[in-house]
């Protein structure tokens, strides 16, 4: 299917600029979720497709298909071609693609552990020692819940420029939650694992020791004092802190927002963001990490972004 493609893209006729591609995704789910001692759901779920975007005289078009077949490719870029070409004559501010813009390479998936070769008995009773542990911890506890859930994708990217890339990717994580409460007070805690290369932190993860304290840390905040309001200097946890920054300053640094001017950063490249002491890079080069990838869905190679270099906005989220 893929030489198939491959011919559809070089046959197309996009004019002066004109652009298309090609994308097909495939993943195979594993979802589990345990509520106070109830196992609500245990689903395994397959999803595919394909989509085709074009560019034509500055404009976007974009079609998909959930069946993958020749027919349904030649359908959806000329639909994809066909949207594009009546969006151009309506728009303002004409796009464009870097005729260069071209990779080539796979990605596979190495796995520490392979969920496959675990079996879905010893999944079951992880997520269920999980969530007993944090439910016995005490009445007070109303709620408590684990979730489980395994994601192995791939995707395959080709435009007209010749980018022809194969990526594989994972997801695995195992969270669980304590919702505690007393009178009309009402707390929330949750802990999590994670990774991208497999499940062998999920195996190693002492889920029922965690457990416990995820209840224990919802029961003590119930008892805890209110903090003070209004503006005041704070030291973050390393976790908060790239929650913190990945919500306020990583959205803002995408192109989208950029482009449109919506994002506070629009009009601050090369300016003063930040003190001196600060910089900011995205890696997603880092193997194993729920960020790690080695391309994007557009067939861009990964690579870090150093977006604040020492208090100055240096560089923006982008690909095409």
Known sequence: MKDYTRKLLDNLDLGPGGFADIRFQNSETL???????????TTSTRMGGASARALVKGAWGFSSTAEVT????????????????VASAKIKEPRKVDSN??????????????PKDVSIEDKIKIAQDYEKSIREVDKRIATATSRY???????TILNTNGTDVTTESGVFRLIGGAVSREGNLQQRVSDDVASSKGIKSILE??????????GEKAI??????????????????????????HEAFGHACEADGIITKGSILHDKMNKEVGIEEIS???????????????????GTKARPRKLVTNGVLTEFFHTL
């Open 31 to 41: 979802f589990m979720h345990i509520q106070n001692g109830i196992t609500q759901e």
């Open 70 to 85: 020749k027919d349904s490719l030649q359908d959806i870029l000329k639909s994809a071609v066909s949207m594009a070409k």
């Open 101 to 114: 813009f071209a990779t080539q390479g796979t990605a596979k998936l190495k796995m520490d552990t392979d």
């Open 149 to 155: 859930r395994e994601t192995v994708s791939s995707e």
């Open 205 to 214: 993860f002492n889920a029922t020791e965690r457990g416990t304290k995820v």
């Open 220 to 245: 003590e905040l119930l008892s805890a004092e209110k903090p003070l309001s209004g503006k005041m200097n704070l030291i973050m946890d390393p976790s908060l802190v790239g929650v913190f920054i």
């Open 280 to 298: 900011v890079v995205d890696d997603p080069t880092i193997p194993g990490l729920r960020g790690t990838f080695a391309y994007d869905s557009e």
